[in-house]
């Protein structure tokens, strides 16, 4: 029963560290790129896509201690065997963070990076320091196993909000309006009418004459 007590611990620590990796893939939408290198660090890499979209790469490797196996208790054949068997040795996460706008849009993580129970367990290395003391520009999620967050699987990216939205469509300027020019005031009929009137009177006036 001893010798199953660090097979306990392990898997415990998996699942919480799956939860904590999965939580800052909702919490970090939206988060600001200044913030982003306040809390996770300064990126291994930085690709620019284009003007408006950039990716920021953490590498990570976990350092786990080796556990020397005793005359009555091998702990590292255990653990070793244990994760042959049910997998989840993962030490590497790659962790891609997209930024748009000067916002996160999206936290993809890669890599061997699943521990005994749960997934992407390892990039929990990465993220966690956000997770754990959130600044102002992340969402707040809500935590709790009834929560949105899995062990088991990556959540799923939410909806982009317009100020993160980039358009590709190229901006037509506009072009001004050509000015109309006023219309000639109109003329009632009658009017039109008496000043015929008079001049066909002067003009018989004048043949008369």
């Not at 799956?18 to 600001?32: N, V, Y």
């Not at 929990?124 to 102002?136: D, H, Q, W």
């Amino acid at each position: 029963m001893f010798a199953l007590l660090p097979l306990v611990g392990l898997a415990g620590c998996g699942y919480n560290d799956s939860r904590t990796a999965h939580r800052a893939q909702l919490a970090m939408i939206g988060m600001k790129a200044d913030d982003v290198q306040s809390c996770v660090g300064i990126p291994d890499k930085i690709k620019q896509l284009n003007p408006n979209v950039q990716i920021f790469e953490y590498n990570r490797t976990l350092n786990i201690p080796s556990t020397n196996d005793s005359t009555f208790i091998p702990l590292q054949s255990i653990t070793n065997l244990t994760e042959t068997t049910l997998g989840g040795a993962g030490k590497t996460c790659i962790a891609d963070i997209r930024i748009e706008n000067d916002e996160v849009t999206d936290v993809h993580y890669s890599g061997d990076n699943d521990k005994i129970i749960g997934t992407d367990g390892v990039c929990s290395i990465v993220t966690r320091g956000c997770v754990r003391k959130p600044v102002s520009s992340m969402r707040n999620v809500k935590g709790g196993v009834f929560g949105p967050v899995s062990a088991f699987h990556a959540p799923k990216t939410p909806d982009l909000t317009p100020s993160a939205t980039v358009s590709t469509t190229p901006v037509t300027p506009a072009v001004p309006a050509t000015p109309v020019a006023p219309a000639a005031p109109a003329v009632p009929a009658t009017a039109t009418q008496s000043a015929t009137s008079a001049a066909s009177t002067v003009s018989t006036f004048s043949s008369r004459q």
